[in-house]
Structures are given as C-alpha cells and as structure tokens.
C-alpha cells in the first residue's frame, strides 16, 4: 500500500471490527498505569487514554506479535471486547435487515465480520508507524440523545492531519464506541451498503457463516 493516507484507514478499518476503534493510531504524552476494564471519565477521555495505552502495547510487543500473530489476535480481541459496542454496530450495518432480528443472529454476524476484517487487515497493525499524536478537536452530542461524537484529528511529522471521529454512546455504567469515520467516511455506512444485496437474498445467518467461512469478505476500502 503506496498511500499512506489510505494505509491508515486499512489499519483503522481493522481495528473497527477486530480491536479497539478508540486506540486512533495516536501517540500523545507517555501513557499512564493502564485503563481499567470498566470505562470512566468522559468520552474524550476514554479516546486519549485507551489510545496511549494500545499504541504503548504495540510498541513494547512489537517483536513478539511479530512472531505470535495468534498472541496479536488475543490482545486486539480483548481491547475490542472492552471498548467496542459489537452488537450495537452490528445492527446499525445489517440497517432494514436486522430489523426483527434475534440477538443471537444479530450477535453471529458481528462477530463473523469481526473476524473477516481481523484475517484481512488485522496484521497490518504491526507494521504500522505508531509515532503519532491525536489533538481532541471536540466533544458533542448526537441527535436524539444517541450518544456524542468525538472528534479528533491525527498529526505526523510532514503529512497532513487526518481527521477521525468516534460515535460512542451510553452501555450500562460507561461509553463504548459503535462507529468510527475516517476523513468523514462511516465504516458502519460502508459495510451497510457493502451487504446490502447479499442480505437481500440471503439470511442473516448465512451471510454470518460465508462471513466465517472466508466465501464473502469485508473490504473496508482500498480505493
């Protein structure tokens, strides 16, 4: 991947579906002790820290999920649990199609999509330059009391910022993110419009398990 402009939003995509969305490929000042599972603070808060701590992990294990990707997987797989409302997003891209949908179809087709954008992308995470650092931009609220937007943007040495922001909302005691856009691009719009026809022919759970079976894939754009 010659752009690294689009490079960026491949890892970013990755970690949609398959890690922390919030980890923002940022390096701001040197992390603190590590978050608590239990997420605290505001909403920009949960982004900076989350985000020191993820880039600090990929940095000091840099060698060993070099060696282990199944080591890589484990550690994505746990930020994601902590930090990303799968089922929630998972409706917000099956849109019309998730509507009367059980949890249990609903929840089978998050995390086959997690796991598809994880084997196609997942990996890249490694090889990416994690000298950067977010600026917090704003914090504000979504219509109809959905949750907030917090907007950041992403800055290099010699390259231009990249703004991302996180769509998070209230999930019992704390915030979790459900979507995540990349210079004003939805991935949840773009994996809605990217199943659309195949949920039309096809059930939700079938889709889930071509999904799984690596027949369909997850293509978060490499135009």
């Known amino acids: ?75 994505i797989s746990g930020e994601f649990d902590t930090m990303f409302d799968r089922d929630y997003a998972a409706r917000q891209v099956l849109g019309r199609h998730g509507r009367g949908a059980s949890d249990a179809d609903v929840k089978a087709f998050g995390d086959a999509l997690a796991e598809n954008l994880m084997r196609r992308y997942g990996s890249s995470l490694i090889d990416f330059n994690t000298r950067l650092q977010v600026r917090i ?27 991302v922001d996180y769509l998070m909302r209230r999930a019992g005691s704390g915030w979790r993110v459900f979507d995540v856009m990349v210079e004003g691009v939805s991935f949840v719009q773009t994996f809605r419009q990217q199943f659309d026809s ?20 997850a293509d978060a754009g490499t135009e």
């Open 198 to 217: 195949e949920l039309q022919r096809k059930s939700i759970a079938q889709v889930a398990k071509e999904l799984r079976a690596g027949q369909l894939s």
């Open 1 to 75: 991947m010659s752009n690294p402009r689009k490079f960026l939003v491949l890892a970013l995509a990755a970690t949609l579906a398959a890690g922390a969305p919030a980890l923002a490929f940022a390096q701001a000042q040197p992390a603190a002790a590590p978050a608590p599972a239990a997420m605290q603070g505001s909403p920009s808060e949960l982004v900076l820290e989350n985000t020191r701590r993820v880039l600090e992990t990929l940095e000091s294990r840099r060698t060993e999920f070099t060696r282990d990707r199944a080591a890589l997987q484990r550690f």
């Open 137 to 163: 931009k704003s914090e504000t609220a979504l219509p109809r009391g959905l949750g907030v937007k917090v907007s950041s943007e992403l800055t290099r040495q010699g390259g231009e910022p990249i703004p």
